[in-house]
């Protein structure tokens, strides 16, 4: 099993690190709230602990359960902290309308992180095309990107402790593709689906 650290206490940390305690994964929180971090970890069960917010983490994979526009500063402000630890972008950058990304250039939040976090850390986008209700309640596939084979490896074995598949979309690059698609969900989700209980997977055809 994987030991994880989450840096954020809102709903999407609560979602997996549920998911992570149940998969018998060690979990440990991290808050700049420190009430609400204690609170979380307790919650969660399972041996759950807290960190001091800025501190090493525990985890040997660093979830950053955060809105997009906090992920690059906070991986900024632990810097060396975060060095040889497997980072996990889960954002995404929606516009102010929801029907497009925040950025204009061809990037993403993980490809930002990328540039900032300290030597030896791996970088790797996954949980971006999932609503929050689906990943608690379903069994979605987890779309993933990065450059380091060895820490998407390492996501991939957390993925799947999870009772969920992995499915490796190449390098870090098409984070910002993943990032479009969590894009395409809201538009689905507001239009021809018109509810929030799916996600986008893979079905394989064979014959």
């Known amino acids: 099993m994987s030991s994880i650290t989450l840096i954020g206490t809102g709903n999407m940390a609560r979602t997996i690190g549920t998911l992570a305690v149940a998969g018998g994964n060690t979990v440990e929180v991290m808050g700049r ?5 204690d609170d979380l970890a307790q919650a969660l069960g399972g041996g759950a602990t807290t960190g001091k917010w800025g501190a090493v983490p525990a985890g040997d994979i660093v979830i950053t359960a955060l809105l997009h526009d906090g992920v690059v500063p906070v991986v900024v402000d632990y810097g060396d902290a975060l060095a040889g630890k497997v980072i996990v972008d889960i954002s995404n950058p929606f516009n102010a309308t929801f029907d497009g990304l925040a950025h204009s250039e061809e990037t993403s939040i993980a490809q930002e992180v990328a540039k900032v976090a300290p030597a030896g850390a791996g970088v790797v986008k996954a ?15 987890v779309f993933i990107a990065g450059d380091d084979a060895q820490a998407k490896a390492d996501v991939a074995a957390f993925i799947q402790s999870l009772d969920l598949r992995p499915l490796d979309v190449g390098g870090l690059k098409m984070a910002h593709w993943l990032e479009g698609l969590g894009v395409v969900t809201v538009g689905l989700a507001g239009n021809g ?7 986008l997977g893979v079905n394989d055809f064979t014959g």
């Open 127 to 141: 949980f971006n095309t999932i609503f929050r209700n689906v990943l608690a309640n379903g069994r979605p596939d």
């Open 33 to 37: 709230d420190q009430a609400k971090a």
């Open 193 to 199: 689906v018109g509810h929030w209980d799916f996600a």
